[in-house]
């Protein structure tokens, strides 16, 4: 009896160590897969954080390339205006002419800033792509009228009428213009009027221009 009992009480032992063992792996296994699931999760986290500063630290970039594109666009506009100073002119004519179809030759210069008038040949070459000024004084005497046109690259730009029935009058009038660098500018009279009266002593009749800005 007694030796059944203690092999009784041997086998209880041997079962409860058996669970305790079988436990444990159990424990250990499920331990192990959380550990792994919880690296694999934390791994992803991390990637996540990574994804987001990258495209953050991207679109931060983006600004600021935009931001150096606009300075560098205003600094060249800046150089641009350096590199091509002031360009202005005025000259007059000295002389009364008579008759029609005539590109109106000037002979005093006052002013050549720039050097972009031709005396010789009559015209303004703009030297560079930009707004311009260009203001022309006509003059007639009694009975005559005289009709002087702005004319660009051979297209009219403008007309200034000048003339009365009693005595000489002088008209004048400013014209903005865009031009192109190399645009042929000069004062022509056609067909209207016949007499462009002059008087030396206050300068006119006159034709000036002036860069005003560079595009």
Do not use: W
């Amino acid at each position: 009896m007694g030796i059944f009992c203690n092999m009784a009480i041997i086998a209880v032992l041997i079962c409860l160590f058996t669970v305790s063992v079988t436990v444990d792996c159990a424990v250990n296994s499920i331990s192990g897969n959380y550990n792994e699931n919880d690296r694999t999760f934390s791994k992803r986290l991390l990637l996540d954080d990574d994804y987001h500063s990258i495209i953050n630290r991207l679109n931060n970039l983006t600004n600021e390339v935009g931001a150096l594109k606009n300075k560098v666009e205003a600094l060249e506009k800046e150089n641009a205006l350096l590199r091509h100073p002031a360009v202005a002119f005025l000259v007059e004519k000295t002389k009364t002419l008579s008759g029609q179809n005539h590109h109106i030759y000037y002979d005093s210069i006052k002013l050549n800033v720039g050097n972009a008038f031709y005396l010789a040949h009559g015209n303004f070459i703009a030297p560079v792509k930009g707004i311009y000024l260009f203001s022309i004084t006509a003059c007639s005497y009694n009975s005559h009228v005289i009709v002087l046109e702005l004319t660009v690259n051979a297209a009219v730009l403008g007309k200034v009428l000048a003339g009365d029935q009693n005595y000489a009058e002088c008209t004048s009038k400013s014209f903005l213009v865009q031009l192109s660098a190399g645009d042929d500018v000069y004062v022509q009279h056609e067909t209207v009027g016949d007499y462009l009266y002059s008087n030396p002593s206050y300068g006119y009749p006159s034709f000036s221009g002036a860069l005003l800005k560079v595009l």
